[in-house]
């Protein structure tokens, strides 16, 4: 077996537990002494195939990581939700908690948290303090992460619920409730596919999500033979800042052309490619470049997954590679250091495939390679970044992390 702490850069429990411990003394400096402290995690999770799918009614295949969000919260009889991390806290009435976002780090556990108002016990309050090592903005969805972990932490401390709580009934009501707060509350149009990997992913294996069904199964990728490296290029982009959803809008305008001869079609995935083609020449040249991405990855994508399936890691990796071609190309939500680092990754021997992942515009590329590649891929990363850019990006590596979990010292 391979040993687990080698796969866990991001996170290890001895890790999580000293950040639990500091978050500790983070809520009682923040709003003082007393109750019982509990401790919280949800991973995060990185995306393989399905490249902007999820919004489209596609499938997607993401992994959760061993890096994520810890909350160490208790219940007061404050009637107050007090959220404190270590950038700033925010402190506001349970019963009248604020309709619109503040666009600070808290929206997120407010988001969710506003969806409880209505059964919130009268007089009670709840102290959160948020912590975690997810590079924020990095494609690594530390934003579902910390609503999937608010989402546990805020049941479990509100409902008295046990620790092995693990009710699939209340798995799926948390991954809700934070797409609830990221699409309503927050206001990013995003789709379906960080909730989910980030609440219902296991360790070992990637998720195929089908995202119109919203059904879901793991497939195993061999933690003994393969990694998965997520390189972070250091460029951050909010994903908030427009250009994600003016993807998503463009997807939009590509189906409802779509929908003119055929209204009853819900998701662009589901339109005969045919039937694109035909229109495409009516379309901007933006649109119908979008639109091509869709059709050519959704095909990729369940190539991937047979390739998988059928124990053919490479042509797995392969279809990586295509899908960050199209990604540059066609989607254009790629840039010059994401490109480079893909390229780099993708000539060193045994690395099966690369792409960008999350949203892009900057934050991380995935690579999938044999165990024995990961020294020569971080050589090469360091070598070719260093010499274009003069700076590094760092390679981390993961076998698939645990799901939202409570966890005790
Ligand atoms: C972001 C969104 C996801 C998904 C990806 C692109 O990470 O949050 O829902 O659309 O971009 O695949």
Known sequence: MVPPNELRPGCSSHERDTLAV??????????????????????????????????????????????????????????????VSTREAGTFDARALPDAPAGRWYDYPVGVVRQLAERWPAGVGLDLAFGGDLPIGAGLSSSASICIATALAADLLLGGTQATDA???????????ALEAEREFVGVQCGI??????????????????????????????????????????????????????????????????????PELEWLCDAPRADFEALALSLSREAAARGRHVFDEL??????????????????????????????????VSTPELDELVDAATAVPGVLGSRLTGAGFGGCTVVLLERDARAALVAAVNDRYRTRFGRDATVEFFAGGDGPHEFTR
């Open 22 to 83: 500091e978050l500790e003394h983070t809520l009682t400096e923040a709003f003082g002494p007393g109750g019982e402290l509990r401790r919280f995690f949800a991973p995060g999770r990185v995306n393989l195939m399905g490249a902007h799918l999820d919004y489209n009614g596609g499938p997607v295949m993401p992994m959760p990581v061993d890096r994520g969000t810890v909350v160490v919260g208790r219940t007061t009889g404050t009637g107050r939700v007090r959220l």
């Open 167 to 177: 009710d699939a009934e209340a798995d799926a009501r948390r991954v809700a409730r």
């Open 299 to 332: 095909e990729r994508t369940l190539e991937a997954r047979r390739a998988l399936v059928a124990g053919d890691a490479a042509g797995f990796g392969a279809a990586m590679t295509r899908s960050h071609a199209s990604l540059r190309d066609l989607f254009e």
């Open 193 to 262: 596919m960080d909730p989910f990997a980030v609440g219902f992913g296991r360790p070992g294996h990637l998720l195929w999500l089908e995202c119109r069904t919203r059904r879901f199964e793991h497939v195993p990728l061999d933690p003994e033979r393969y990694l998965v490296g997520v390189i972070d290029s250091g460029v951050r982009r909010e994903l908030a800042a427009g250009a994600f959803n003016r993807r998503v809008a463009q997807c939009a305008e590509v189906l409802e052309a779509l929908q003119r001869d055929a």
